[in-house]
Nanobody, 116 residues
Framework: QVQLVESGGGLVQAGGSLRLSCAAS????????MGWYRQAPGKQRELVAA???????KYADSVKGRVIISRDNGKKTVYLQMSRLKPEDTAVYYC??????????WGQGTQVTVSS
């Protein structure tokens, strides 16, 4: 079992920045991809950004140009650098790890609140 623990959420004003971290209890190299999802109240969970084992990245259209996902295999950590935050970015952000076989791994989530 691998545990994913998010940190870095908080309250920020619109236009501000936050960096989220997702620390894994074991090597993240076992994940074929890792990503950040978010869920706002009353809405479905949606993909924000993902990064593969090889370093390829994918971003939701709503965050392109404002968000960068990165991974540090040595530190067993995935980061989400968010800038120019908007009130609509307010959500609980979840870290996700996808494996070749079996269910995905999820963290407990970290709240991001952007005030206008």
């Amino acid at each position: 079992q691998v545990q994913l623990v998010e940190s870095g959420g908080g309250l920020v004003q619109a236009g501000g920045s936050l960096r989220l971290s997702c620390a894994a209890s074991r090597t993240i190299f076992n994940f074929n991809a890792m990503g950040w999802y978010r869920q706002a109240p009353g809405k479905q969970r949606e993909l924000v950004a993902a990064i593969t084992r090889g370093g390829s990245t994918k971003y939701a259209d709503s965050v392109k140009g404002r968000v960068i996902i990165s991974r540090d295999n040595g530190k067993k950590t995935v980061y989400l650098q968010m800038s120019r935050l908007k009130p609509e970015d307010t959500a609980v952000y979840y870290c996700n790890g996808a494996v070749d076989y079996g269910p995905d791994y999820w963290g407990q989530g970290t709240q991001v609140t952007v005030s206008s």
